[in-house]
């Protein structure tokens, strides 16, 4: 059975990448243009991994990541921040607001291959 990972970005170019990437590898990948409606499809399905951008219009990824984690479908899913934000104070937020791990951008497609390898059981 295919793994699902929901990518949430505001970027049609990443969430194409992404998409890109992760597909030839087996990966289901379903895509949200906010947070807020990442927060939407997450209230209707579980996903296996989240990848979520941080500055987005609607809805950020802290803010995303407080809702998801707030919902049953969000308990226990691995959540990666991927953005261009690589501030320390930043990193220490999402990981406060419920955050697994962080990437920048632009992503190492080798990379990001590994991360979700690992983090998807």
Do not use: C
């Not at 243009?33 to 989240?50: A, M, Y």
């Not at 998801?68 to 959540?79: K, Y």
Request: net charge neutral; hydrophobic share 40%; no cysteine.
């Amino acid at each position: 059975m295919s793994k699902t990972v929901l990518t949430v970005d505001d970027s049609d170019s990443i969430l194409k990448s992404i998409a890109f990437t992760l597909e030839p590898e087996g990966y289901t990948v379903v895509t949200a243009e906010n947070g807020q409606v990442g927060h939407q499809k997450v209230q209707g399905q579980r996903f296996d991994l989240i990848i979520t951008d941080l500055n987005m219009p609607v809805m950020n990824g802290f803010e995303f990541i407080r809702a998801t984690r707030g919902e049953a479908n969000g308990q226990g899913v691995p959540i990666v921040m991927l953005t261009t934000e690589s501030k320390p104070e930043a990193k220490a937020e999402g990981k406060a607001a419920g955050a697994t791990g962080w990437l920048n951008k632009p992503f190492d497609p080798a990379k990001l291959i590994g991360v979700v390898q690992k983090l998807i059981r």
